[in-house]
């Protein structure tokens, strides 16, 4: 055992929410540690390769124009700024996410290989410590309190000890292991949505696509292809869907893969979504973006269920590209150019908390006065059963945004302890909302700040003034 390191605050995990919670709590003042299990920071934002940060503003989804004008819309109320906000203009700067200084469009299109790196700055120029490559396995406990967690790493086990501790790993790993509550998935049968491993295509010829579909416009909408042709002369984000036909015809030859755990390809959801990135202050049509259903009844908590899924989602990856290949035009050189080196697990555990955030939180726009910022992401929720059903989305209505709730990150009965990211205290609806990237930088930087105060003040979380805590996060740009 290596001699133990000390600490104010670990944070575990330095995905979409741990960094956040990092950097605020280092600029607040603690001495932080942020321990990830991977090779870069950002998680699902980068090692996943989810490029579209949802949403720092109002997600309108109700017309199909709203739905498909989110990564250029201003038209809505912004609701989230801070650090959230920082990390947009930051990534603006430098040509590596789609929009302007100062403000977000619902849906921010980056480029995740660059935000690895604006991430790392962010986090040491705040002066957080970064233990890269190393597990975190298990809390370290007095009674009912955590004081450390257990970690694991190429030079063998050591301890940190530490004030307070924040759980960012998505699943809760570590509240579990302090003997947290939790639930999973839907409360009727426990089952959680399916898995993704988003993938990008490469050697894409765009304008042939488009010209293909602008001569067989009846057969894709009149209103969709004039969309698509105003979006790539003007250099803007555009969304493929729609080839229904040439998906059909490569089910009738077995050209098309069926997605693991199900028996039968269901062509409304199967066909996914396909859009060009964003890199070096252009939209790159040259290559696509596929986020695809890919793998159902998948307990992702069981590595060994996790293991076969994602090797079989692979497998669909490569086939999918193979399939555009052969069928849709514009991509007869297209080539695989790469897969998610992290799996996109959509949700596992939900950690029981002081207050569970509830469906109807969401949809009636509830405030509360423990409030540590808001959130305007629908509820995005996909289909269970083997891809049935579209997916549903639902907006948040009242004003339109909702009061996250301070309450939400702190585990029933546990000491020393915060959560934030996906495994929040929320039902399973609830969760389908503050599971987007804009919900977890919220419930991250309310927690690095609760951190730092409770860090400072010998205090556990629990018992952190939350009008200091609201305050101090006003001062740091957050919106309550
Ligand atoms: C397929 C898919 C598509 C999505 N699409 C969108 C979208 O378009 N827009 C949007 O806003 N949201 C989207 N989401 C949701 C959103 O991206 C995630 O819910 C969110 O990024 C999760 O953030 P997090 O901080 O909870 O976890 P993550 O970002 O996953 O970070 C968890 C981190 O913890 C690390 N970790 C885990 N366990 C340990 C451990 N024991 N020790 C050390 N490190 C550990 C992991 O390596 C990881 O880096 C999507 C999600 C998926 C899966």
């Given at each position: 055992?290596?001699?133990?390191?000390?600490?104010?605050?670990?944070?575990?995990?330095?995905?979409?929410?741990?960094?956040?919670?990092?950097?605020?709590?280092?600029?607040?003042?603690?001495?932080?540690?942020?321990?990830?299990?991977?090779?870069?920071?950002?998680?699902?934002?980068?090692?996943?390769?989810v490029?579209g940060?949802c949403s720092?503003?109002?997600q309108?989804v109700k017309?199909n124009?709203k739905f498909s004008?989110q990564?250029?819309?201003?038209?809505?109320?912004?609701?989230?700024?801070?650090?959230?906000?920082?990390?947009?203009?930051?990534?603006?700067?430098?040509?590596?996410?789609?929009?302007?200084?100062?403000?977000?469009?619902?849906r921010?299109?980056?480029?995740?290989?660059?935000?690895?790196?604006?991430?790392?700055?962010?986090?040491?120029?705040?002066?957080?410590?970064?233990?890269?490559?190393?597990?975190?396995?298990?809390?370290?406990?007095?009674?009912?309190?955590?004081?450390?967690?257990?970690?694991?790493?190429?030079?063998?086990?050591?301890?940190?000890?530490?004030?307070?501790?924040?759980?960012?790993?998505?699943?809760?790993?570590?509240?579990?292991?302090?003997?947290?509550?939790?639930?999973?998935?839907?409360?009727?049968?426990?089952?959680t949505q399916p898995l993704s491993?988003?993938?990008?295509?490469?050697?894409?010829?765009?304008?042939?696509?488009?010209?293909?579909?602008?001569?067989?416009?009846?057969?894709?909408?009149?209103?969709?292809?004039?969309?698509?042709?105003?979006?790539?002369?003007?250099?803007?984000?555009?969304t493929?869907l729609?080839?229904?036909?040439?998906?059909?015809?490569?089910?009738?030859?077995?050209?098309?893969?069926?997605p693991?755990?199900?028996?039968?390809?269901n062509p409304k959801t199967h066909f996914g979504i396909?859009?060009?990135?964003?890199?070096?202050?252009?939209?790159?049509?040259?290559?696509?973006?596929?986020n695809i259903d890919m793998?159902y009844?998948?307990?992702?908590?069981?590595?060994?269920?996790?293991?076969?899924?994602?090797?079989?989602?692979?497998?669909?990856?490569?086939?999918?590209?193979?399939?555009?290949?052969?069928?849709?035009?514009?991509?007869?050189?297209?080539?695989?150019?790469?897969?998610?080196?992290?799996?996109g697990?959509r949700e596992?555990?939900?950690?029981?908390?002081?207050?569970?955030?509830?469906?109807?939180?969401?949809?009636?726009?509830?405030?509360?006065?423990?409030?540590?910022?808001?959130?305007?992401s629908v509820i995005d929720i996909h289909d269970i059963d083997g891809g049935e059903k579209p997916i549903n989305l639902s907006e948040?209505?009242?004003?339109?945004?909702?009061?996250?709730?301070?309450?939400?990150?702190?585990?029933?009965?546990?000491?020393?302890?915060?959560?934030?990211?996906?495994?929040?205290?929320?039902?399973?609806l609830?969760n389908g909302s503050?599971r987007q990237?804009?919900?977890?930088?919220?419930?991250?930087?309310?927690?690095?700040?609760?951190?730092?105060?409770?860090?400072?003040?010998?205090?556990?979380?629990?018992?952190?003034?939350?009008?200091?805590?609201?305050?101090?996060?006003?001062?740091?740009?957050?919106?309550?």
């Open positions: 055992m290596l001699k133990d390191l000390v600490k104010d605050v670990v944070v575990i995990g330095g995905g979409t929410s741990g960094w956040v919670a990092a950097v605020a709590a280092a600029r607040n003042g603690a001495d932080v540690l942020l321990v990830e299990e991977g090779s870069c920071l950002g998680g699902t934002m980068t090692a996943g390769l490029l940060l720092l503003r109002h309108g017309t124009k004008q990564e250029i819309s201003y038209a809505d109320e912004q609701v989230v700024y801070g650090i959230a906000q920082e990390f947009v203009d930051r990534m603006v700067a430098v040509g590596a996410a789609y929009g302007k200084q100062g403000k977000a469009t619902v921010v299109l980056f480029d995740p290989e660059i935000a690895k790196w604006v991430i790392d700055q962010m986090v040491l120029e705040a002066g957080v410590n970064v233990l890269l490559c190393t597990k975190a396995y298990q809390a370290v406990m007095e009674n009912s309190r955590v004081t450390g967690v257990r970690l694991k790493n190429g030079l063998g086990l050591m301890d940190v000890k530490a004030k307070v501790t924040i759980d960012c790993t998505g699943d809760g790993d570590i509240a579990v292991s302090a003997g947290a509550a939790y639930e999973v998935g839907r409360p009727t049968d426990n089952l491993i988003y993938f990008q295509i490469g050697g894409v010829n765009i304008d042939r696509t488009l010209k293909v579909m602008k001569e067989n416009i009846d057969a894709y909408g009149s209103d969709y292809v004039e969309a698509l042709l105003e979006a790539r002369s003007k250099g803007l984000p555009l493929l729609g080839f229904r036909r040439q998906m059909e015809e490569a089910l009738k030859n077995g050209d098309f893969p069926l693991y755990g199900i028996k039968q390809v396909a859009r060009p990135i964003y890199k070096n202050g252009k939209i790159r049509y040259e290559i696509t973006s596929h793998a009844y998948v307990n992702a908590i069981d590595t060994f269920q996790l293991t076969k899924a994602t090797i079989a989602m692979r497998d669909v990856a490569v086939r999918m590209a193979e399939f555009y290949r052969k069928y849709i035009p514009g991509y007869e050189d297209s080539y695989l150019l790469q897969t998610a080196s992290m799996v697990v596992t555990r939900r950690i029981t908390g002081d207050y569970i955030l509830k469906y109807e939180d969401v949809i009636q726009g509830q405030t509360f006065t423990d409030a540590v910022g808001r959130n305007g948040v209505g009242g004003q339109g945004w909702y009061h996250v709730p301070y309450r939400i990150l702190l585990p029933r009965n546990i000491e020393g302890l915060l959560i934030a990211g996906r495994c929040v205290s929320s039902d399973y609830a503050i990237q804009a919900g977890c930088m919220v419930t991250g930087q309310a927690a690095g700040v609760a951190a730092a105060i409770a860090a400072q003040g010998g205090i556990s979380p629990r018992e952190v003034n939350v009008e200091e805590l609201q305050k101090r996060l006003v001062l740091q740009g957050v919106l309550i």
